[in-house]
Nanobody
């Protein structure tokens, strides 16, 4: 499967963005999906994940209540709605997919993912 992330950009603190990750090659509903981010000089970190059936989601504590992951299996797309953005959210955001596990599982560790998108830059600055 090929993953194409989009929707990043420059936004002021307190603003919102919605990232999209479009899957091609095979339907994304066959995969659990996740979002990760990496800021300059820092390790890649988990942001959010969603199970194959879309019923279960997980979010990092740092984004809980501000970011929401969702999926539209008919469009083979996963979204990350980001609100109340902070300067510390500045990073390159990557989407990832895995075929492992059951339809109700989601995964927080990057090593559990088989496929990665190219990343989209999010900059939060005034």
């Amino acid at each position: 499967v090929q993953l194409q992330a989009s929707g990043g950009g420059l936004v002021q603190p307190g603003g919102s963005l919605r990232l999209s990750c479009a899957a091609s090659g095979r339907t994304s509903s066959r995969y659990a999906m996740g979002w990760f981010r990496q800021a300059p000089g820092k390790d890649r970190e988990f942001v959010a994940a969603i199970s194959r059936n879309g019923y279960n989601t997980g979010h990092a504590d740092s984004v809980k209540g501000r970011f929401t992951i969702s999926r539209d299996s008919a469009k083979n797309t996963v979204f990350l709605q980001m609100t109340s953005l902070k300067p510390e959210d500045t990073a390159t955001y990557y989407c990832a997919a895995t075929s492992a596990g059951s339809v109700s599982y989601y995964y927080r560790a990057d090593y559990q993912y088989e496929y990665w998108g190219q990343g989209t830059q999010v900059t939060v600055s005034s």
